[in-house]
């Protein structure tokens, strides 16, 4: 049933798509923690990187997840400084939205 669901929802295999639903239920606790700034880190490893590199973030104690993401949040305010040329274009990134694990009503049973 989760490759059948998985392959409705775009992804290649039902433990992506748990490991994905996984990784977005941890960016949901970190900004119900008020943390957003780490959330967002995950989210950015998630779309940017892959399923399976945010998982692994995840699996981490939580204060080296911890640490590991707010290096990222610095990171990515100095790459996004240094990137910041008049000009030039913004680099094109699939994106994986949270929504997109969520079960879609399809016409036919899923049987």
Do not use: W
């Not at 409705?8 to 239920?25: D, L, Q």
């Not at 998982?55 to 990222?72: C, F, S, T, W």
């Not at 040329?85 to 699939?94: F, S």
């Amino acid at each position: 049933m989760r490759d059948v669901l998985a392959t409705r929802v775009g992804f290649g295999s039902g433990r992506t798509y748990e490991k994905a639903a996984r990784v977005v239920h941890a960016i949901d606790e970190e900004s119900g923690q008020n943390r957003r700034d780490e959330a967002e880190a995950l989210r950015r490893v998630l779309n940017e990187k892959s399923v399976e590199a945010a998982a692994q973030v995840v699996k981490l104690p939580v204060e080296r997840r911890l640490a590991v993401l707010r290096d990222l949040g610095e990171r990515r305010g100095q790459d996004s400084q240094a990137r910041a040329r008049p000009g030039a274009p913004a680099p094109h990134r699939r994106r994986v939205a949270p929504s997109c694990l969520q079960a879609r009503r399809h016409p036919r049973p899923l049987s």
